[in-house]
């Protein structure tokens, strides 16, 4: 369980960096970049999600 949740970790904080960077280096439209942001937003929402179910099979 543990190393499913690094992967999906990883895997949604690369995500994050590749949309930031894809923020700053696109030429997006308006509706683009609110697609991008609210998908960042939501990749941000369950890396903490993740990070407390970490800790706390970590704490048992």
Known sequence: MRKQILHELKRLEKFEKIALNSIIVDDLNEVEMKFIIEKIFEA???????????????DE
């Open 44 to 58: 941000s929402d369950m890396i903490v999600r993740l990070h407390k179910v970490l800790k706390e099979l970590e």
